[in-house]
């Protein structure tokens, strides 16, 4: 089944499209699968049934669109959207958790913020709820946009190259290490905040 889904999805002119889409609404949508239909893309492109460089474009452009949606969702609708990315508990500690480090850290939490899940929505709306400067917003967004889509999809391909024969296992072993860097980058993020608190109260 799984094969015949990329079949379908390797021959059609509205998968390009289809990438697109997911990674731009994914911002605001954030059950939207944008991961997965990267690692999709990329496992095609391996075997030559899409074009490397179209799946990382559609997916950097769509990126790029979800993220300045999502700020200006926050910078215009500033009390609706702290109440829609703050409806449970897990959304109020992410939009914090966001608040606390643009302060920190600025402009480069946007491109690491993009590989922590739920990161990104949060981020991206917290700029525009604190309203964060725009032009600067725009460079590190490109940045980090850039580099996701081209990390994903990469990732799909080179399990598409390694796994040429079974696609399943592919995209198995795609989507694990694509966890796995998530989970690392978060690793790093927790050790961090435990760092800062111990400096705190040995002062």
Do not use: K
């Amino acid at each position: 089944m799984f094969d015949s889904v990329l079949d379908v999805l390797g021959d059609a002119w509205w998968a390009y499209p289809l990438i697109l889409l997911f990674c731009t609404f994914d911002a605001v949508v954030p059950a939207l699968p944008s991961e997965t239909a990267l690692l999709t893309g990329g496992i095609l492109a391996a075997d030559g049934r899409m074009a490397l460089a179209g799946v990382i474009v559609m997916a950097g452009l769509g990126a790029f669109l979800g993220d300045n949606l999502a700020y200006w969702i926050g910078r215009s609708a500033e009390d609706w959207a702290r109440r829609w990315i703050t409806r449970g508990a897990r959304g109020r500690r992410g939009l914090e958790w966001a608040e606390r480090e643009l302060t920190r850290h600025g402009g480069p939490l946007l491109i690491a913020a993009r590989f922590i899940p739920g990161g990104r929505t949060a981020t991206t709306i917290a700029c525009g709820v604190l309203r964060f400067p725009y032009r600067q917003f725009l460079v590190f967004d490109a940045v980090g946009a850039a580099l996701w889509a081209t990390v994903n999809t990469l990732i799909g391909y080179l399990g598409g190259r390694a796994f040429a024969d079974n696609t399943l296992a592919a995209f198995a072993v795609s989507f694990g290490v694509a966890l796995a860097l998530a989970g690392v980058i978060e690793l790093i993020r927790w050790f961090r905040r435990r760092t800062e608190v111990s400096r705190s109260r040995q002062r």
